[in-house]
T-cell receptor, first 114, second 111 residues
Framework: GAVVSQHPSRVICKSGTSVKIECRSLDFQATTMFWYRQFPKKSLMLMATSNEGSKATYEQGVEKDKFLINHASLTLSTLTVTSAHPEDSSFYIC??????????FGPGTRLTVT | SQQGEEDPQALSIQEGENATMNCSYKTSINNLQWYRQNSGRGLVHLILIRSNEREKHSGRLRVTLDTSKKSSSLLITASRAADTASYFCATPRGPNEKLTFGTGTRLTIIP
């Protein structure tokens, strides 16, 4: 199956700093990438949908200026959490799809803001 | 209201037994998908069932779909310790087929 990677897998940062998370589709070109957030023992909540070369579409309640998404190429999307605060601590998961219904998920990034 | 609610929220069974998880959804769908997530990891796609299908098999997995009741079930037969994970149903919606996930079932297989 298709492989999606995320980097870093874990990151700890201080409150007020920004953190960038990368999502890469390793063996296919992803027309669409999705970013999810997951709290402990909870389900995934879609944050935004990004298509290569266009602005991301954010879900209701997700702050665009706080969670910056860049989908610069068909194999790379980045999520930047700006001015992070402890409440932003979470598990962030990306997925990638190519024209079809199936999404391929990355392994996730655990963000801890101290 | 939440699209995709699963029950039970947690399930513990002995190794070798069958595990059944249920998912209900609220809007019309063209397909429903099941995913597995090991603790602290990403999601693995298990199976997709289309709205015109009633049952689908993949190895030890059996999925049913009842569109009249807006529900689906995932049956894992002859469970193994490695099946311990959280299981989510998901339905695609809108352009780009973005997924809405259910609340998930945490399955624990006791050796």
């Amino acid at each position: 199956g298709a492989v999606v990677s995320q980097h870093p897998s874990r990151v700890i940062c201080k409150s007020g700093t920004s953190v960038k998370i990368e999502c890469r589709s390793l063996d296919f070109q992803a027309t669409t990438m999705f970013w999810y957030r997951q709290f402990p023992k909870k389900s995934l909540m879609l944050m935004a949908t990004s298509n290569e070369g266009s602005k991301a579409t954010y879900e209701q309640g997700v702050e665009k200026d706080k969670f910056l998404i860049n989908h610069a190429s068909l194999t790379l999307s980045t999520l930047t959490v700006t001015s992070a605060h402890p409440e932003d601590s979470s598990f962030y998961i990306c997925s990638a799809s190519r024209y079809g219904y199936e999404q391929y998920f990355g392994p996730g990034t655990r963000l801890t803001v101290t | 209201s939440q699209q995709g609610e699963e029950d039970p929220q947690a399930l513990s069974i002995q190794e070798g037994e069958n595990a059944t998880m249920n998912c209900s959804y609220k809007t019309s769908i063209n397909n429903l998908q099941w995913y597995r997530q090991n603790s602290g990891r990403g999601l693995v796609h298990l199976i997709l069932i289309r709205s015109n299908e009633r049952e689908k098999h993949s190895g030890r997995l059996r999925v049913t779909l009842d569109t009249s009741k807006k529900s689906s079930s995932l049956l894992i037969t002859a469970s193994r310790a490695a099946d311990t994970a959280s299981y989510f149903c998901a339905t695609p919606r809108g352009p780009n087929e973005k997924l809405t996930f259910g609340t998930g079932t945490r399955l624990t297989i006791i050796p």
